[in-house]
């Protein structure tokens, strides 16, 4: 049985089919992909019981030449120096894209979040820290949330940094409001899921309410699209988590979803509604799927099964490049990541120019600025597919790397 190819090996196969359909030769495509820095560091725990554990933490710094290098922190046992890579390199994609002045970073531990308690998780952060501490800053590296971090994390990280070099909100975005965060940053990916899928549903000249829509993963990203899809009258026929999915072709009641996630910490065993497995809820018949989770769930042997129309990518890189393929000679349209998945990069940005200015925005400010980045890259993504008759994919993913290529070269080599 063929392997599931990584987020590093996604991610390079979308970057170098966008180099090669914009004329740059080899040597370009090799220095956009390569990272400007990469760190790892020893993270060694006494976990509560008085056992020692040590753990990695990554951070790769891929590019500056628009801003500061941005993007989130992951805890997950599965963080490795190779994904960490694509990653970064995705998030320079992600803030060229929607065009705001940052560059591209990401980083994480190879832990377990869920089962850390409250101090071993923040002696871990605060460890991190002292080790990195160096390498990040608000006009060096600012980190932000990912999958199995949260605000709260974050606020460990910007009160140790403050420590040494005094307060400094704006070294991490995605804090809480109490230490200088920003409102809207923590609903802003899925945001973002909600815009861009009514953008496209207005560039094909459709109606969205009663559309079905079909979320895999609740977490931040997941819960908050499945909310505001059913705010936007799409009828949100099934949802999962780790602990299992539920389904109702008549739609489910978010709201009281919600409430019962918040109780029980799953969205499984929701009164009313049907189970479904992982398998079962990727291959639903829906107008839109989408993959809210983590990368490579889409992959060769599981594309053929998708009955979407459309797959809105929400996860970073959750389609794999064969699969993507797959999807395409199926007419099924994909929506890439590096937009659908961009909000939260964008709230960061306006949260790091508030701390920048030490000065508040309303969050209806906040609400419109985001709203006005992502039509307009939405639009572009749009108008270059129709244009050149490419998937929205390779339109995104050539606006982003040219903008990227350009400031890169203009920086000067
Ligand atoms: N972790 C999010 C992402 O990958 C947000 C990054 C940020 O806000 O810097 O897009």
């Known amino acids: 049985m063929q392997r599931i190819p990584s987020i590093k090996e996604t991610h390079d196969a979308f970057l170098r089919s966008a180099c090669e359909s914009l004329g740059y030769d080899q040597q370009t495509y090799e220095v956009l992909l390569i990272a400007a820095r990469e760190?790892?560091?020893?993270?060694?725990?006494?976990?509560?019981?008085?056992?020692?554990?040590?753990?990695?933490?990554?951070?790769?710094?891929?590019?500056?030449?628009?801003?500061?290098?941005?993007?989130?922190?992951?805890?997950?046992?599965?963080?490795?120096?190779?994904?960490?890579?694509?990653?970064?390199?995705?998030?320079?994609?992600?803030?060229?894209?929607?065009?705001?002045?940052?560059?591209?970073?990401?980083?994480?531990?190879?832990?377990?979040?869920?089962?850390?308690?409250?101090?071993?998780?923040?002696?871990?952060?605060?460890?991190?820290?002292?080790?990195?501490?160096?390498?990040?800053?608000?006009?060096?590296?600012?980190?932000?949330?990912?999958?199995?971090?949260?605000?709260?994390?974050?606020?460990?990280?910007?009160?140790?940094?403050?420590?040494?070099?005094?307060?400094?909100?704006?070294?991490?975005?995605?804090?809480?409001?109490?230490?200088?965060?920003?409102?809207?940053?923590?609903?802003?990916?899925?945001?973002?899921?909600?815009?861009?899928?009514?953008?496209?549903?207005?560039?094909?000249?459709?109606?969205?309410?009663?559309?079905?829509?079909?979320?895999?993963?609740?977490?931040?990203?997941?819960?908050?699209?499945?909310?505001?899809?059913f705010e936007m009258g799409m009828r949100v026929v099934a949802v999962n988590d780790v602990r299992g999915g539920i389904h109702d072709s008549e739609g489910l009641p978010i709201d009281k979803v919600l409430e019962h996630f918040k109780k029980a910490g799953t969205v499984a065993g929701f009164p009313g509604a049907d189970s479904i497995d992982n398998g079962g809820l990727l291959a639903l018949r829906c107008d839109y799927l989408v993959p809210a989770a983590l990368g490579g769930v889409i992959h060769r042997r599981n594309a053929g099964h998708v009955q979407a129309k459309v797959v809105a990518e929400a996860a970073d890189a959750p389609v794999t490049e064969p699969a993507n393929q797959i999807l395409c000679q199926r007419g099924v349209s994909v929506l890439p990541g590096i937009l659908v998945g961009a909000g939260g990069v964008t709230v960061s940005y306006f949260e790091w120019v508030q701390n920048l200015q030490h000065f508040r925005w309303t969050l209806e400010e906040i609400e419109q600025r985001l709203h006005d980045k992502l039509v307009e890259a939405c639009r572009a993504v749009f108008e270059l597919a129709k244009d050149d008759k490419c998937s929205y994919r390779l339109s995104a993913y050539q606006i982003a790397t040219r903008r990227l290529k350009e400031s890169f070269f203009a920086a000067g080599i």
């Open 39 to 229: 760190v790892r560091v020893e993270l060694p725990l006494r976990r509560d019981d008085g056992s020692l554990v040590v753990y990695n933490g990554y951070r790769v710094q891929h590019h500056n030449a628009r801003g500061p290098y941005k993007g989130g922190l992951r805890y997950h046992p599965d963080v490795n120096m190779t994904d960490v890579r694509g990653l970064a390199c995705l998030m320079s994609l992600k803030t060229a894209l929607v065009d705001i002045p940052l560059g591209g970073a990401k980083g994480g531990i190879d832990c377990d979040p869920g089962s850390l308690s409250e101090r071993e998780l923040e002696t871990l952060t605060r460890k991190f820290v002292q080790r990195m501490h160096r390498l990040i800053g608000p006009n060096l590296d600012i980190p932000a949330p990912d999958v199995g971090t949260n605000a709260q994390v974050m606020a460990w990280i910007q009160d140790e940094y403050s420590k040494i070099y005094g307060y400094s909100p704006a070294v991490v975005t995605g804090k809480p409001v109490e230490t200088g965060g920003s409102p809207g940053r923590e609903e802003a990916t899925g945001r973002d899921v909600s815009i861009v899928i009514k953008e496209y549903a207005h560039h094909c000249g459709e109606k969205l309410k009663g559309k079905t829509a079909a979320i895999q993963g609740f977490g931040n990203v997941g819960a908050h699209a499945a909310q505001f899809l």
